[in-house]
């Protein structure tokens, strides 16, 4: 009885690890905006089976990353500023709530451990690693949501972050902005929440909204994608 019990939550486990995988190639463009792949061969580079990828496939199809076509395989959404955009407007409603929330009501061990991801950042930043942001990004994202204990908030949120950090880690290397520009805000927020300054807070989030949407909008007008 013990080993039927465990099957779903290994399950579980596998398919968490195959999401996190793809979600990263994805955002870091080591799957390329536009590329077409199959799930076999996602498969074999990920070097596990079938059934964790495909339960992280159905995941990634609503987080606005990839479509998987039937019979044709899968494909890798091209970078949308204006789905981009359409994020920022969500995130500009909702993200406010649960930034606040985690800022009063995070434990001294959450705290301590956004203090610690703020040191990271600015590690990262320092030896422009921009695939080690992106990954702090996203446990910065995680470590808010449970710090807010909020699961309808949080669940509205999640998908619409890898979008902007698909678009920042974009700008950063490829088209060569500065990534201190987007990074910095970042620190402030997680140094504000591990101290409970919720105003310096919500500032800093005020501040990367205004300056993620100016630089969602710079791609199109200066035709990044193209060159």
Same mark, same amino acid.
Do not use: W
């Given at each position: 009885m013990?080993?039927?019990m465990?099957?779903?939550?290994l399950?579980a486990?596998?398919?968490e690890?195959?999401?996190n995988?793809?979600e990263?190639m994805?955002?870091?463009?080591e799957l390329?905006? &536009?590329?077409?792949?199959?799930e076999?061969a996602?498969?074999?580079?990920?070097?596990?089976?079938?059934?964790?990828?495909?339960?992280?496939?159905l995941r990634?199809k609503?987080?606005?990353?990839?479509a998987?076509?039937?019979?044709?395989g899968?494909?890798?959404k091209?970078?949308?500023?204006?789905?981009?955009l359409?994020a920022?407007?969500?995130?500009?409603?909702v993200? &406010?709530?649960?930034?606040?929330r985690?800022?009063?009501?995070?434990?001294?061990s959450q705290?301590?451990?956004?203090?610690?991801m703020a040191?990271q950042?600015?590690?990262s930043?320092a030896?422009r690693?921009?695939?080690?942001?992106s990954?702090?990004?996203?446990?910065?994202?995680?470590?808010?949501c449970?710090a807010?204990?909020?699961?309808?908030?949080?669940?509205?949120?999640?998908?619409?972050?890898?979008v902007?950090?698909?678009?920042?880690?974009?700008?950063?290397q490829?088209?060569?902005y500065?990534?201190?520009t987007?990074?910095?805000?970042?620190?402030?927020?997680?140094?504000s929440?591990?101290?409970?300054d &919720?105003?310096?807070?919500?500032?800093?989030?005020?501040?990367?909204?205004?300056?993620?949407r100016?630089?969602?909008?710079?791609?199109?007008?200066? &035709?990044?994608?193209h060159?």
């Open positions: 013990s080993k039927v465990q099957k779903p939550s399950l486990s596998h398919a690890v195959a999401y995988a793809i990263e994805i955002v870091t463009l390329a905006p &536009g590329e077409s792949l199959t076999q996602l498969c074999a580079r990920l070097e596990m089976g079938r059934t964790p990828v495909r339960e992280a496939l990634l609503h987080d606005y990353l990839l998987v076509l039937p019979r044709q899968i494909l890798i091209p970078i949308d500023t204006t789905t981009a359409e920022l407007d969500v995130r500009h409603h993200e &406010g709530l649960l930034i606040e985690a800022t009063r009501l995070a434990s001294e705290r301590a451990e956004f203090l610690n040191s950042a600015e590690h930043l030896i690693d921009n695939i080690l942001f990954r702090i990004d996203k446990r910065f994202n995680e470590r808010v449970e807010a204990n909020h699961d309808v908030a949080a669940r509205a949120i999640m998908p619409l972050h890898a902007s950090r698909r678009i920042g880690f974009f700008l950063a490829v088209a060569n500065e990534p201190a987007t990074v910095q805000p970042h620190i402030e927020i997680m140094q929440i591990a101290v409970n &919720g105003e310096r807070a919500l500032a800093a989030l005020s501040k990367l909204h205004h300056l993620t100016q630089q969602t909008l710079a791609i199109e007008r200066d &035709g990044l994608l060159q």
